[in-house]
């Protein structure tokens, strides 16, 4: 019993220096983005060509993804309303759960699949083939040239994928409440203006943002640090989608814990 105590606590032991460790390390990638936040005009080019790479590719399967995701909230909300209550209800629970939840983090980890991923096989492929050190060799800052304009383009992009996919999770949702229990468009608009709060918004907002600076930082570290040959860079594309998962949901309890006490 003892022995096997003891195992555990070294495997938790173990697992959580592995975590602070690898988090530890992309806070120093971030702390060092930021920095280099001061060059930005000199990398409106490259800025503007990473935000079409995440915002305009990813566009067709948030679309797709907000639909349905919207469609299956209309149909889970639509059946679980009785006859006491007023089928605009269902409106404001559909905006809510979008704004405040769903739309976020959703999105988010399906842009992690997505950008993330591409992100860390594109730098790995770099490292891999020496073009990072080559970099180093002309006295280029890796982070400021790699690293920063797609931090800037996804802390852009992000947000505005997920605010463009909120609006079709909201008129999926109304289409499988018109369905579901026949709500007209007049009902649905007066349930969401019943129920919305502007600071909505603004959260998911917030969220988006941290979210898309996750995922980037997440794919850029991950992509610098693989290791040789095909198998590392393989490695590093699934690390950067599993730890960018990991913390988009613990940083959404930590966001929503902070702002429930601000609003």
């Known amino acids: 019993m003892v022995l096997l105590m003891r195992r555990l606590l070294e495997a938790i032991g173990g697992t959580t220096l592995v975590f602070l460790n690898a988090y530890g390390k992309v806070t120093v990638l971030g ?10 005009p000199n990398y409106l080019p490259q800025i503007v060509e990473q935000y079409i790479n995440i915002e305009r590719r990813s566009r067709a399967l948030v679309a797709v993804t907000s639909a349905f995701m919207g469609l299956v909230l209309g149909i889970q909300i639509g059946t679980q309303m009785t006859a006491d209550t007023p089928a605009w209800a269902e409106a404001g629970l559909i905006l809510r759960s979008i704004l405040l939840e769903m739309g976020p983090i959703i999105m988010s980890l399906v842009i992690a699949g997505r950008v993330g991923s591409g992100i860390a096989a594109e730098l790995g492929a770099m490292q891999v083939t020496e073009q990072v050190d080559a970099l180093r060799v002309m006295a280029v800052d890796p982070v400021e040239f790699l690293v920063m304009p797609r931090v800037v383009a996804g802390l852009i992009a992000v947000p505005v994928l997920i605010i ?18 026949h709500m007209r468009w007049v009902d649905f608009v007066k349930g969401m203006r019943r129920n919305f709060f502007p600071t909505d918004i603004y959260t998911s907002i917030i ?33 950067a989608f599993v730890w960018s998962s990991v913390a988009i949901i613990v940083l959404d309890y930590v966001i929503s814990a902070l702002l429930y006490f601000i609003w």
């Open 31 to 40: 702390l060092h983005t930021f920095k280099a936040f001061a060059r930005i």
């Open 164 to 181: 463009y996919g909120d609006f079709i999770a909201i008129l999926g949702g109304f289409v499988s409440s018109y369905f579901t229990i």
């Open 207 to 239: 969220k988006a943002a941290f979210f898309g600076l996750i995922i980037i930082l997440f794919g850029c570290f991950f992509g610098m640090n693989s290791r040789r040959g095909a198998k590392g860079v393989g490695t590093a594309t699934t690390q």
